[in-house]
């Protein structure tokens, strides 16, 4: 099971971590919420758990807690930019549908 990041993403996690002046890198998780069932969940991190599944792309980590790995597996993480908005884009083949929000998901 693996996720993978675009150079967007680790370019942005990078530079954040940076100015933040520590970190252990990123979680990405699932959580149950929204209309559809699933939210993603992504927060920096200062440290990794023992059971978390690590990836690591040019220097930059990502934890995954082995119930969200099910849920995330083949999973890219993007970070985008469209006219002023901005932000992290799962590119997630496990989805089946999605609200119409956008917010939350089901496999």
Same mark, same amino acid.
């Given at each position: 099971?693996?996720?993978?990041? !675009?150079?967007?993403?680790?370019?942005?996690?990078?530079?954040?971590?940076?100015?933040? *002046?520590? *970190?252990? +890198?990123?979680?990405? +998780?699932?959580? !149950?919420?929204?209309?559809? *069932?699933?939210?993603?969940?992504?927060?920096?991190?200062?440290?990794?758990?023992?059971?978390?599944?690590?990836?690591?792309?040019? &220097?930059?980590?990502?934890?995954?807690?082995?119930?969200?790995?099910?849920?995330?597996?083949? !999973?890219?993480?993007?970070?985008?930019?469209? &006219?002023?908005?901005? &932000?992290?884009?799962?590119?997630?083949?496990?989805?089946?549908?999605?609200? &119409?929000? *956008?917010?939350?998901?089901?496999?």
């Amino acid at each position: 099971m693996a996720i993978s990041m !675009t150079d967007a993403a680790v370019n942005h996690v990078a530079r954040f971590l940076e100015k933040r *002046g520590h *970190g252990a +890198g990123i979680r990405v +998780g699932v959580r !149950t919420s929204g209309c559809s *069932g699933m939210a993603y969940v992504l927060e920096f991190i200062d440290q990794v758990e023992d059971e978390d599944q690590i990836f690591e792309f040019d &220097g930059v980590r990502v934890a995954v807690d082995p119930k969200s790995l099910v849920y995330l597996d083949g !999973t890219e993480l993007d970070f985008v930019k469209e &006219g002023l908005n901005e &932000g992290f884009k799962f590119n997630n083949p496990n989805v089946s549908s999605e609200c &119409g929000c *956008g917010e939350s998901f089901n496999v």
